[in-house]
């Protein structure tokens, strides 16, 4: 990006159920606040959500962060993996299965992208109690690209079971 671009505003969703879950998403909230070009303009509280996937596997611990970013969307993502992989992210597991921390970029501006490796809005945004709902609480008024107000995605949503710490 060129010197004085204005940052994007950025989504991430934050994972875990393995290994301290509630530490996993303390620590990496604190890294995401220590990428470069980057500042954590918001986090939201930490929610306890049960798994979407096999259920043989123990609660998510989820929480939501916004960024104020000049890295590009792919920058992002890398800089998302280098923090996956410092916490012993095992790529190799079951679809689905647990996982020490998953950091997702959620939403990139009003960017729409449809790549092999990276697609914006994330794909299970629009469904999912554990990202909409933490979203929802740094974030009220967001127009969500291709979806529309996530106050309408919130209002056809089943959010038993996630709840806040
Ligand atoms: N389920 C919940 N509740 N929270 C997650 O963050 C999460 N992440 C995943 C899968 C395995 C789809 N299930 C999840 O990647």
């Not at 992002?76 to 993996?81: F, G, I, T, V, Y």
């Not at 009003?110 to 109690?129: E, F, N, S, W, Y």
């Amino acid at each position: 990006m060129m010197p004085g671009t204005s940052p994007t505003v950025a989504y991430v969703g934050l994972g875990s159920n393995l290994d301290d879950p509630i530490a996993q998403v303390r620590s990496a909230l604190r890294e995401l606040a220590s990428l470069p070009q980057t500042q954590l303009a918001h986090a939201s509280a930490l929610y306890r959500s049960p798994p979407l996937g096999p259920a043989n596997q123990p609660d998510y611990i989820n929480a939501v962060a916004e960024l104020h970013t000049t890295l590009s969307p792919v920058a992002l993502l890398e800089a998302l993996q280098n923090i996956e992989q410092a916490h012993g992210r095992d790529r190799h597991g079951e679809h689905w299965g647990p996982r020490t921390l998953d950091l997702d970029v959620l939403l990139y501006g009003q960017t729409i992208l449809d790549g092999p490796r990276l697609r914006v809005p994330h794909p299970g945004l629009a469904a999912r109690a554990f990202v909409l709902i933490p979203l929802a609480e740094i974030a009220p008024a967001l127009q969500v690209p291709a979806h529309g107000p996530l106050s309408g995605l919130l209002a056809g949503l089943d959010a038993a079971g996630t709840e806040r710490l």
